[in-house]
């Protein structure tokens, strides 16, 4: 095995989970030589366009445009560390509709089965602020008799909660990579990424797992469960530091976009270099 398939790094998410946003500052990153992980002029990947798009509007001080479903555009980037040794990142089909599909069906296709079978780790991005608790009786009383009659005479579709959906998600590339589920997983390595972390307002020094813990406390437990402790992490990532609009932000166009993002490590400390994530999603040589 050569070093580049060594450390084959899967991006996961669902839709509007941040990975255009991730993607394009972490190119940035790791294209200005500044940072731990760097790329190297001669693994510049030939069609850049997925991140270009992100990388000139967030010169611009704006949000990037949503991947277009459909629209199967995947890319890697070969990333080397301080000893030289390549990491491949792989941010396959871009929209992330995919993911939903993929558990909807429960099967996926060739390009993903591919990914899914050379990959050593997985990175699941989860935006916290974007799920929608699901009603139950530990976080909600009981529903009024109108709002009864009304739901009993017009059935809402089936929707499994937001932790049933990832829980879904791992079994599923779980069972297409063949893995067992017998004794917990060391490979691939699995980092959570809680995504979007200044829209949460979450004070100083807060733990990200802990966090993960307490608002999906399910997943956690499945997560925890099924892979060995020291191949999982639960890390925040902010690759933007506030939320940007399709009209310019003064402050990101003064400052280089670079200047901006942030990590919480897993014990909870914040980094300003986005490549260390490199390190979590590599996990244990
Ligand atoms: N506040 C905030 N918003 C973000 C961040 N990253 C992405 N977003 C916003 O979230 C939305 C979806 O991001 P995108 O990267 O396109 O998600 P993708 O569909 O997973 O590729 C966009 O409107 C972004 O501006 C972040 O770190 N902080
Ligand atoms: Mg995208």
Redesign the pocket.
Known sequence: MNDMEKHNILII?G????????GAQLYERINSSRFEFKIDTSNRPSDLSIFQD?INNLYNGK??A??ETGSNRSIELIITDEKNSEVKLAFPD?A?EQITSIVDNRKVNDLWKDYIENSTSWVL?IRLNELTPLEDIVNKGIPSPEEIQKRNSQPPPVKVSEAAFFVELLQTLAYIKGLSTFSPIGKPNLTVVL?????LEIPEGQVPATLLQERLPMLFDFLNNNWQDEYLSVIG????????TDEPDDEFIDKEPISF?YLIDKSGIRQEDLTLSIRDFIGHE
């Open positions: 998410g839709p509007n989970t941040g990975k255009t946003h991730f992100a949000r990037a949503h991947t871009y992330g991005f995504s979007c972390w200044d829209e990532l902010s690759s933007t530091e506030k939320s940007l993002g």
